[in-house]
């Protein structure tokens, strides 16, 4: 059964024996208070007084009861909306995580060189050559031959912007 379901069941049954125990009390309250005005006295004919003779702790275990239902009822209804967080949380952990996996993946069939332009092109999609060749710390013509090859291997799209080119990561990760 649903979370939900199950909490709202709950909180029903907890209202209605709380509900239910304090009309019986009430009532048992009013006939003790008519038997008291009608005789003038709590006591009865035998000598028991009837304040002795009710069952209090019988209406505090079931007030007990209730107050458990409804404080587990309450707990299911709002845990059902942590617990969708937390599987949501994870979901998105593992998902940034099979990315890292499949990057470093990538990474270790590459040289140096290449590593460090599929770093800096990953970190900042779009950048420029000249930009890239002050992260990598490459020379133009290097970094130039380097970026012909992850072209060829189809890991990068290299687009006109002037007088460079912007570079993308050509796969998704």
């Known amino acids: 059964m649903e979370n939900r379901k199950l909490g709202a069941i709950l909180l029903i049954v907890g209202v ?7 009309m019986i009390k009430s009532r048992e309250d009013a006939l003790v208070h008519a038997m008291i005005e009608e005789q003038g006295s709590c006591f009865l004919e035998d000598g028991t007084c009837l304040h002795e003779d009710r069952n209090i702790t019988l209406y505090i275990i079931v007030w007990i009861f209730s107050a458990a ?4 009822s309450l707990y299911i209804l709002f845990f059902e909306k942590s617990q969708k967080e937390i ?3 994870l979901k998105k952990e593992k998902h940034i995580q099979s990315e890292e996996e ?9 040289d140096d060189d290449e590593k460090k332009v599929v770093k800096a092109v990953k970190e900042q ?5 000249q930009t890239l060749r002050l992260r990598t710390d490459l020379h133009k013509s ?9 072209e060829k291997k189809g890991l990068i799209k290299r687009t006109a912007k002037g007088k460079t080119k912007q570079v993308f990561l050509k796969i998704k990760l």
């Open 125 to 129: 999609d779009g950048i420029t050559q």
């Open 142 to 150: 290097k970094l130039s031959i380097v970026l012909d090859g992850l």
């Open 69 to 72: 239902l409804v404080a587990l």
């Open 102 to 110: 499949k990057f470093n993946i990538l990474l270790k069939g590459m």
């Open 16 to 22: 209605i024996l709380v509900a239910s125990t304090i």
């Open 87 to 89: 599987i949501s949380t």
